[in-house]
């Protein structure tokens, strides 16, 4: 049988987990009817290597000696980001190394480049650490559901943004608190940025838009809202309306929509929704398909070991594939620049909406927004009029049926005209209440 | 490229799901980077055939008429039960062709014969249909999951069963009409037996262990208890607990344990436990993996076209396999007859229990249970004492902490005698809170 040997460069939280599971694993992948070995690690601070189980690797600083090392046949990225590792990883492809990596920015950004790549050379790249953990969904979209056309993803796919929600509405903290004790908790980044600004989200939706629906999505066409402007009112409103706030990645395309449908925004939802109840830094993905219906995917979404698990999941393919006499298993060459798939402008989009406006109590006002409203077709579900706060500002929350957005942001534009209103409008979409 | 040609025996429900989703599905395998066509199709009963689109395929009463045909590759087993399938799926496999099947109770009850048939010819036998529908649970197990310890699972399988607890509790009806509400609906068969006495469930529970622990768990050993004894009170007097009552498979086996716990009964699940809202025909499998913590797959286990999904899932793994050139991906030797795992004894296992006494209305019967009960080592945690019934019968419920199952039968065999017992004495094992 032959032996695979893996170089794993990058050995920080996922590295690490990773190189703890490689850890006395020759039983465990005999009882596969594999043979695979951690032949190498780099990390250019040796000082993270300290205290792993290493065991008989060979331990570098230097990511060159893992590429130029010919029996290397598997190459591991777990450095993240877009410069250094996109550069190992096209390095390692050009010398014929299949390509294992938990790297969503780079999928999402520059797949193409990399897919190419890999299929001019005969290898594969995999990627299932890249999207949701330990959670099988690259595998799910790909292999288990790919006779499926899958019309509908809804997820929750960025713990850090789930447990600052869940701590404002369970725990009653405001958007800063609930950051901060995020990052207390190792829930989020020093710099959170890209979580809570939805961009890891967006990266995660791209590439998942693109494996369902065979073309590439690119990450910049993907209209991304983050929960930074999310208030502790919004969540307090929109309980006692029944619903949940989510940062929730949408993937939605009809069997005769032209375009698909793909964003990132926060969504409320209804306390019945199967999704309101996936919390703290749970993630989960919601599919629906045409012949297997919805089906959810529920589980950490990021961490040491859930993700680690993931990357396991490919050394196993990896191992498999190829001990198996094949060098690939799923062509990935539609993921392509010069197969772009078109994003349904965000403009055109059609949801319900949740608004809180903050206005002067003094009559006529209900009646100026309605009216305004109906001139672009909006037409109103529910109100809910607040007792005022401070300085004669009452909060006035509509929920209205299905519009578009462009009518709503221009109709909203118009309001905020008005004398009345006292400060910015909130607005927040309601996610549709099928599965 | 390679054509590979499927051979379908069994053209009723799954089977006309496939036959759908095979129809047209050329353009579809050429995406996927594969050629793919259903060559033939063999039912005893032609009339099944009459409304499906069969396409260019070979229709034919005969079973061996797609066995003799050398240029099949792939049989797809959809007849079920035990006697002609099995013979089918050997003589396929003493050709050398490979074997799709959703046939849980044959793979449960034969998987060894079947298996070691299949190493020796080097095929393989795949049954991702088998359990849980369309949710990826056999793929989860040998592939996304491979590198955990997967310690416990906690499974809701058979629609049937959730569709008519679901029914009890929601509508309130008892067990006879919700039965003939899930047999009008579709969701029962005409003989609903091996459905609602669980051994359905036993069926796919099996299947899991031995793929998750790595041998061979007779469908004999584990131990089943079904739903046909649960009534409307059960549920009334778990709800007003806060429980809701499911039919639970389980699968658990601690790092210092020699023993695999697998067994099936109903259970009590806290109405914050996960897997307490999965209700209707849904089904769910809730896995916990010493890397990847707990994760949950729900879905659709069953029905025409989610269970047809899966198929297509094995028919495109199949010929992703031999495309590149190889002809077994994942190893089943391990799954014999002489790698039987031993099945934890119910007698030696621990539980929380919920008990419902129908006794006298007379002082002293509370200490006289309480008083039996803590002779064999048995704590009660709360008591609920009902108003009586018809004839000076009062329902005096209890809840114990954990206990052993051998010391409840016991205990519960010395209380039975009592005079002050009206009625069989109601048991209900209670579900940890644990994920």
Wanted: proline share 3%; net charge neutral; aromatic share 6%.
């Amino acid at each position: 049988m032959k032996e695979i040997k893996l170089g794993l460069i990058g050995a920080g939280t996922v590295g690490g987990g990773v190189v703890k599971m490689m850890y006395n694993s020759a039983d465990f992948f005999k009882k596969l009817g594999l043979s695979v070995v951690l032949k190498r690690i780099a990390d250019k601070d040796a000082s993270r290597l300290a205290g792993l189980p290493t065991g008989n690797a060979i331990i570098s600083s230097n990511a060159g000696d893992i590429l130029d090392d010919k029996d290397i046949d598997v190459v591991i990225e777990l450095v993240g980001g877009k410069t250094f590792a996109k550069d190992l990883i096209l390095r390692a492809l050009e010398k014929g190394k299949h390509v294992i990596t938990a790297n969503k920015a780079l999928i999402a950004e520059y797949g193409p480049a990399v897919f190419e790549l890999a299929e001019k050379k005969n290898v594969s790249v995999n990627f299932e650490a890249s999207v949701g953990g330990g959670m099988p969904v690259i595998k799910s979209i790909r292999e288990a559901l790919a006779a499926n056309r899958i019309f509908s993803v809804k997820t929750i796919i960025n713990g850090t943004c789930n447990y600052i929600l869940t701590q404002m509405s369970e725990k009653g903290l405001d958007f800063d608190t609930a950051l901060e004790k995020a990052q207390k908790n190792g829930y989020a980044e020093a710099d959170p940025a890209l979580d809570i600004g939805g961009g890891d989200s967006g990266h995660k939706v791209a590439i998942m838009a693109s494996l369902i629906h065979g073309g590439y999505v690119p990450f910049s066409s993907v209209s991304i809202e983050g929960i930074t402007e999310i208030t502790k009112d919004d969540i307090d409103f929109a309980k006692e309306l029944g619903y949940c706030i989510k940062l929730l990645g949408i993937i939605r395309k009809g069997e005769d929509d032209d375009l698909v449908d793909v964003r990132v925004h926060p969504a409320m939802l209804h306390k019945s929704h199967v999704l309101a109840s996936v919390s703290g830094a749970f993630n989960a993905v919601l599919m629906e398909g045409d012949a297997v219906g919805p089906i959810l995917l529920y589980g950490k979404g990021a961490g040491e070991m859930p993700t680690a698990s993931a990357v396991m999941s490919d050394i196993i393919d990896v191992a498999r594939t190829i001990t198996g006499g094949a060098q690939k298993r799923i062509p990935m060459d539609y993921y392509r620049l010069d197969n772009k798939l078109e994003v349904k402008p965000m403009d055109s989009v059609s949801m319900r909406y949740y608004l809180c406006f903050r206005v002067l109590d003094k009559p006529k006002v209900l009646a100026s927004i309605a009216a305004i409203l109906g001139e672009y077709r909006i037409s109103i579900a529910s109100v809910l009029q607040k007792e005022g706060g401070a300085e004669n500002c009452v909060p006035v929350i509509i929920i209205t049926h299905k519009a578009v957005e462009k009518n709503m942001q221009a109709a909203l534009k118009e309001i905020e005209k008005m004398d009345f209103i006292k400060k910015k409008t909130r607005l927040i979409r309601i996610a549709g209440q099928a599965y």
